[in-house]
């Protein structure tokens, strides 16, 4: 069977969740193999052989030192030398570039923002803001398919994962734009916005920089809080959090939208959500046309009871 | 300090956007044609630099006919001319085609920066910048919240998941911008005026040196085999707040396994 690689994404040697849904995907097409760059493969190989990695790339670490380009001349390599099906990336800004920058090494067509993926490599699109579904497929090349987290469900297959170290040639463009500094903002414990399951999102209706009404109900939840542009742009909530068009698309499997509006624009970002809960007091307010559930009232009312009925029902 | 910015023509999305089903791409009469957000950033970022740096910011545009009017708003802020790279046979062309095109109109011009928005609002693959550094072999600074010039050295800081990177390189090179790196200005009615007598050369693709069998729809590397509009969500339920709003809430929840 024809080996499908798979770029992981990990933080700290922790195989974050979108890398088990991209070799999940992956056992589709062919039969996955992990790519993994920087210290930690040895320790990871047992996750990602859970979910059907037969074999793990480990590539040095130096490889972050530059930006984009190195990762690229890396897959490019290994889908070249191990004659690879296809290579699949998260849709990360980052990975989609990283995903570009191969396919053009490779001669290549790539499609990115997948939500879904066939075994003959059919991918599906959700476009215009979730209005439109398209499918595309890659005539020229080894396919390079960037998956948006979230969209196919994990699911473990064990297999016995081989290590073996790889390296790559640098190019001198490659190393053109080097990382001097890496700035790590305080996260807290909450969990990654595009990678959370169930995300809680705040915006205009909140009417304040205290966001605690929305951040309390994200915290019973165990989600990530996400927040409108209008919430944003008045400075209540920091920029990395805006949902949206020109924001972070998330698809968890609960979204609730707490005081926003539903603009086509925010839509972009969190149409295909699995499940949808909306508060907000403008009964028509198109997030409803979106809601599985919506209550019309007052978010600082609604939602406070909310988290209060879960933590009693915990 | 030569600059030149990527402005692409998109359909707006506050009307309903729509693909042809002739060849499965863009319908652009069925809404009207706007500048790109982010490019409107990436116009402002260069103004900047080059009110700091002195040089000249060029417009460059892939696109139909009617992208000129998007050339003319962009003039309109500031630019000091514009290129509009305009051939049927780049029609239809995907995310590395127009890379590869706006690379080959790129080398008819002499630059030091080229800036670029980080994504599209209609096709959003993000990835031209990346892939148009790739193109050029030029060093890749895209994802920029900020960016320094100093001489030939360039520093900008890159949005990752964790924050961000300080990135640093030389010029020339390839910068795509965030949104929160800056705040366009709006276009004075005096600049509108001069606008309109500011030199917009067409580039066609045998101009730039493009090889029309390496662009276009029939030549691209992917293909979209079919659309239809999203399934309807099944109709859910909305209920007033008579005071137990959040209890209900969280039986929806309870239902859905949440709780
Ligand atoms: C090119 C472009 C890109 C954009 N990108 C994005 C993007 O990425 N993300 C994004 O979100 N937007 C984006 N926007 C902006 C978008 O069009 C909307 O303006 C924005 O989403 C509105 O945010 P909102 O819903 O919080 O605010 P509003 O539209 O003002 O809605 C506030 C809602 O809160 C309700 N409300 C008020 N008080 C209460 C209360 N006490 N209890 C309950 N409900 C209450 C109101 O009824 C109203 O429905 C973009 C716009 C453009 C033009
Ligand atoms: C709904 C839809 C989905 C698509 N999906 C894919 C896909 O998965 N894979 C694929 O290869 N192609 C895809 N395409 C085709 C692709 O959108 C076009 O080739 C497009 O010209 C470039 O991609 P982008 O807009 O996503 O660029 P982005 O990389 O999102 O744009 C970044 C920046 O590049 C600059 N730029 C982009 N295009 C131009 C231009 N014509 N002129 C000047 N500057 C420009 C702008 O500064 C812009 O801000 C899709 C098209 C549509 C309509």
Redesign the interface.
């Known amino acids: 069977m024809a080996e499908v690689l798979v770029l992981v994404d990990h ?1 700290d040697g922790e195989v974050k969740k979108v890398t088990t849904e991209l070799l999940t995907a992956a056992r589709r097409v062919g039969e996955p193999s992990a790519v993994w760059i920087g210290d930690g493969a040895e320790a990871a190989q047992a996750r990602l052989a859970e979910f059907g990695a037969v074999k793990v790339y480990a590539a040095s670490a130096e490889l972050n030192d530059y ?3 190195p990762k ?1 001349e890396l897959l490019a390599h290994l889908a070249r030398e191990k004659s690879a099906a296809a290579v699949l990336v998260s849709a ?3 990975n ?6 191969a ?3 490779l ?7 997948v939500v879904d993926l066939t075994a003959d490599l ?1 991918a599906e699109h ?16 080894v396919p390079v398919v960037a998956v948006r987290p979230n969209s196919v469900p994990a699911e473990p297959a064990p297999a016995q994962a081989e290590v073996e170290q790889v390296s790559v040639e640098l190019s001198a ?1 490659a190393t ?10 305080e ?1 807290g414990a909450r969990p ?1 916005l ?1 990678e959370a399951a ?1 995300v809680v999102s705040g915006g205009r209706g909140v009417g304040s920089d205290d966001f605690t009404v929305v951040e309390n109900l994200a915290d019973a ?1 165990g989600a990530a809080v996400g927040a409108s542009r209008a919430a944003v742009d008045s400075g209540w909530y920091p ?2 959090f805006q949902v949206g ?2 924001g972070k698309t998330v698809s968890p ?2 979204y609730v939208a707490l005081g926003i509006s539903g603009a ?2 925010h839509r ?1 970002g969190m ?1 295909t959500s699995k ?3 909306a ?1 907000n007091k403008d ?1 028509e307010a198109p997030i ?11 978010l600082h ?10 933590n009693k ?2 | 300090m030569n600059i030149v910015v990527l402005v692409k023509q998109v359909p707006d999305t506050a009307t309903e956007r729509k693909l042809s089903s002739d060849d499965n791409t863009l319908d652009r009469a069925a809404s009207d044609g706007v500048i790109n957000e982010l490019d409107e950033y990436a116009i402002e970022e260069a103004l900047l630099l080059k009110e700091k740096h002195g040089g000249e910011v060029t417009i460059l545009t892939m696109g139909p006919d009617q992208a000129t009017d998007s050339i003319r708003k962009a003039l309109s802020m500031g630019a000091d001319k514009a290129v509009h790279l305009v051939d049927d046979a780049l029609h239809g062309s995907d995310a590395l085609q127009t890379a590869y095109a706006l690379s080959k109109a790129l080398g008819t011009l002499e630059f030091d920066l080229v800036v670029l928005g980080s994504e599209s609002t209609d096709a959003r693959t993000g990835i031209v910048g990346a892939a148009l550094a790739e193109y050029l072999g030029l060093p890749q600074l895209t994802l920029a919240g900020k960016v320094d010039v100093d001489g030939q050295a360039i520093r900008i800081q890159r949005a990752t998941d964790y924050g961000h990177d300080v990135v640093e390189a030389q010029l020339p090179a390839v910068v795509s911008v965030v949104e929160k790196i800056n705040e366009p200005r709006y276009p004075s009615f005096k600049l509108i005026m001069q606008a309109k007598k500011k030199p917009v050369a067409k580039l066609s693709a045998a101009d730039a040196g493009i090889d029309t069998a390496l662009v276009g729809l029939g030549n691209a590397a992917t293909e979209t085999v079919d659309f239809a509009p999203a399934p309807p969500r099944a109709a859910g339920t909305v209920i007033k707040d008579e005071g137990d709003g959040g209890v209900k809430a969280a039986d929806f929840l309870a239902e859905k396994k949440f709780v």
Do not use: C, M, W, Y
């Open positions: 933080v930006v984009v380009a690229a990360t800004p980052e989609k570039e990283v995903a570009g920058r396919a053009v090494k001669g290549s067509g790539v499609l990115t923002d059919v959700s476009v215009f803001g979730g209005a439109v579904v398209t499918h595309a497929r890659v005539r020229t090349g463009a053109a734009a080097r990382v001097v500094e890496r700035v790590v903002q996260k990654e595009t169930i939840l920029n990395q068009q020109t499997n609960l086509i624009q972009a149409q499940n949808i809960v508060v009964p409803f046309e979106l809601a599985d559930f919506g209550v019309v009232g007052d009312t609604v939602a406070p009871q909310l988290t209060e009925e879960i029902r915990r």
